[in-house]
């Protein structure tokens, strides 16, 4: 019980009340509905069935687990950056919500700061919530801004470019929010496991106290219309199929190596299989859920400002922070229910963070424990990471800092995801082979799964994952923060970003293959064949010769050639070139016999010795093959 509830709490988070709704009313509204499920059931579900099942199977970390395959450990690698960037801005936006919460405790005597354009911080720009923005002129309407949007860029700088200093308030907030997340793992899986009780359940408990609250309020209708209304033509917008299939990884926390961290820890015969269909339905169903939600709640807004739904619904920090604290400043007691909320947002954010580091942790833990399974090595480490994702973290609580997060944010859910997740189910179903894996999951469930599985694993799920990537690349959007588009330094630190956890896959690859013998066979192969020189015979000088008339003798001449017809390797030895261009400039080759014999061969392919052993001890034609050359410079 406790695994299933760790998996919801990593899988459902912050991205399911603030990104899916809106991707949602975005792309069609209810006919949104279709190819996310549709990308559920063929890339969602086949990716969280076979995480669950590898790592219950080996009970191993993202990293140690691919002794499956070393060549792509990388992956495992390239799956716990992922996750230590995702810890990185995660906790920020935590950060956020327990500002936000200790100013909504701090409000109970008063009123919520955000309710009025009375506060020290507001500008002549500030319009009074309570206006109705009907009777404004619409270029002055332009102009304005709420009192919550203006609490939310408090001290925020208008530019990356401007990254000006550290806000202190949220600063102290992301070391709160580092030292409550080490206080829970400081002990590891064990501590994780008594946590996730409440983080797993009571935001669904708050769901549910606001969504009965939203739906009471006027103008809720027309936000869930909003919200479901089917645009069918936006069925034939491959992004709308490209969107749903990137939320899909987004939602499930696929590919980030949480689940094969969490999996490691069951029992070998636990259904993985049932887990993996409970927890991603419940997943989905919770986005759904939370959309119901959200647009009651747009839908009073809407109905109180005199405006469209789509003049107030935004995605990602604006719907938390700006959207929705509005909202509810509207709402009767509005301290309890900003209260309630923002302990929902932050029940939300910690189920799922707690999941992301642990998982780091407990990887390279895995990966070193010689040096991290002790007690006092395993609180070392652990207070280490969170010390250095904590000063990490402070620049995107800078003045310039949200610029940041929205960069890191956009950079990493994409295109690592879907690279991970192409060559992890690659390595999977057709390296190790589907039917090594099915068998396996045999050995843990009693039988293999069933064609549907093998279909999707073995080419539907990895065709899907292609051409989302290629979608991605041809309908590729700059990253942006409302209006603002981030400049060319920005938009290359993103990509950077980007490939830092993609390029780990082949730099890996690469050095296992070099040092496990790869570049020594690449060396051989690239050697000239045997028969190489010229194709006249009579061209074919000393050193492209096949066949020498020598006096009898045996020997093994230098570094470059070989005689076949010889002593056992015992008996021979190899010898340093000799020095003739001093006394013997005309001599190509030269060798000695295990007697003390030299034997030289000149440029004229004339023969010499020194002494000669018995006649019978050697053929009188001895058949020269290439042998390994030494370096260049090792030749006089």
Known sequence: MEFLFTCIGYAVGLGNVWRFPYLCYKNGGGAFLLPYVIMLGVVGLPLFYMELAFGQFASLGPITIWKINPLFKGLGYAMVAVDW?????????????????????????????????????????????????????????????????????????????????????????????????????????????KVVYFTALFPYVMLTILLIRGASLPGAMEGVKFYLMPDINRLADPRVWSDAATQIFYSLSACTGGLIAM????KFDNNCYKDALTVALINCATSIYAGFVIFCVLGFMAFE?????????????????????????????????????????????????????????SAFTDEFPHYLRGKWESIIFRSIVVLISFLLGLPMVAKGGIYLLTLVDYSVGGFPLLFIGFFEIMAISWIYTYERFAGDIAMMLGSKPNIFWKICWVGLTPTIIVITIIFNCIFYKEPTLDDYVFPAWAQSLGWMIALFPMLLIPIWFLWRFCRDGGFALLTEVMKPQEDWGPANPTNRKAIYATEIQLTPSYFEIDKHFSFPHMAPDSERRLFSPPMHHGSFPDVLIQGTTPSGSVT?????????????????????????????????????
């Open 85 to 193: 960037l995702i810890s990185l801005y995660y906790n920020v936006v935590i950060s956020h919500v327990l500002l936000y919460l200790f100013a909504s405790l701090a409000s109970i005597p008063t009123e919520l700061p955000w309710v009025s354009c009375d506060n020290w911080w507001n500008t002549d720009r500030c319009l009074d919530p309570m206006h109705n923005v009907t009777t404004l002129n619409a270029s002055v309407f332009n102009t304005t801004l709420s009192p919550t949007t203006e609490y939310y860029v408090l001290e925020q700088s208008d530019s990356i470019d401007d990254f000006g200093g550290l806000s202190w308030k949220l600063a102290l907030c992301l070391l709160l929010s580092w030292m409550i997340v080490l206080a829970c793992l400081i002990r590891g899986i064990q501590s994780l496991g």
């Open 263 to 266: 999996a490691s820890y069951n």
């Open 305 to 361: 400002k005199g405006v469209s739904v789509a003049d107030v619904a935004q995605d990602g920090p604006g719907l938390a922070f700006v959207v929705y604290p509005e909202a509810i400043s509207r709402m009767p007691a509005p301290q309890l229910w900003a209260i309630f909320f923002f302990i929902m947002m932050a029940s939300l954010g910690f189920g799922s963070q707690f999941s992301i580091v642990e998982c780091v942790m």
């Open 600 to 636: 030289r061969i000149h440029q004229n392919q004339s023969v010499s010795t020194h002494s000669i052993p018995p006649p019978s001890a050697v053929p009188s034609v001895l058949h020269l093959t290439p042998a390994p050359v030494p370096e260049p410079d090792t030749h006089v």
